[in-house]
């Protein structure tokens, strides 16, 4: 089946040292998400990659980065990660990115833990 | 900019009966789409069901339909014959034709379900 699958599931890291999320989709979808979601919120955009064009949102902090080497992978850089970065990260797709009717398909997440 | 508004508390249902999620909206584009996810507790955001603003029916999936209410701003989800595999977070979100720039989510914070046996 197509879908979009996130390695690994769960992540532990230390605080400051650098990891690294990946996002894998088998649709062919032309866009790419990353979304933080913290505890009982809804998620949060990071940003988007349309193709290979990168859509950063205005209140991603810097220390978040990311990379889509072709179609097929993304991944989220989290540079220094603090306290305040442990969250579910999502990874979604979908078929294009401007349109009411753009149904995004989500992966089933990296749990992140900083200790 | 778009809103999208679910203020239930935590709701419950019992097995094999059906309930209705609230979800009301916001929004000055003419165009727009409307999609409920569910996320257990594994984590894993799942799509369940989408609503075109033009749409003349509302959207039926399986056990899903959404009671769309246009003129009330309202896109209820209505789950029937409850399955404990049901208790999970229900998010309702919109996206629209934003003037060409990027089709964004706008969620709402999510709604509990949960289904007793």
């Known amino acids: 089946d197509a879908m979009v699958i996130q390695n690994p599931r769960y992540q532990v890291t230390q605080f400051g040292k650098p990891v690294t999320l990946s996002c894998s989709q088998t649709?062919?979808?032309?866009?790419m998400y990353w979304y933080q979601q913290k505890s009982s919120q809804a998620p949060k955009l990071l940003f988007h990659y349309y193709d290979k064009d990168f859509n950063n949102e205005a209140d991603t902090p810097d220390n978040f980065q990311s990379r889509r080497p072709n179609t097929s992978f993304c991944f989220l850089d989290i540079r220094s990660p603090g306290l305040g970065d442990a969250a579910m990260y999502l990874c979604?797709?979908?078929?294009?990115?401007?349109?009411?009717?753009?149904?995004?398909?989500f992966g089933a997440g990296t749990r992140l833990s900083v200790l | 900019a778009q809103k999208i508004t679910q203020t239930q508390p935590g709701m419950f249902v019992q097995e094999k009966e059906a309930v209705t999620l609230d979800c009301t909206y916001d929004t000055s584009d003419p165009s727009y789409g409307l999609f409920w996810y569910k996320q257990p507790s594994s984590g894993e955001m799942i799509f369940l069901i989408y609503q075109g603003s033009y749409d003349q029916q509302n959207a039926t999936e399986g056990r899903y339909s959404l009671n769309f209410q246009k003129a009330r701003k309202s896109a209820n989800l209505v789950i029937s014959a409850s399955q404990l595999g049901d208790s999970a977070m229900y998010f309702c979100a919109m996206s629209s034709r934003n003037r060409g720039a990027n089709s964004k989510l706008t969620f709402g914070k999510g709604i509990t379900l949960s289904v007793r046996p």
């Open positions: 649709l062919n979808h032309n866009v």
């Open positions: 979604a797709t979908s078929r294009d990115r401007i349109g009411e009717y753009n149904i995004q398909y």
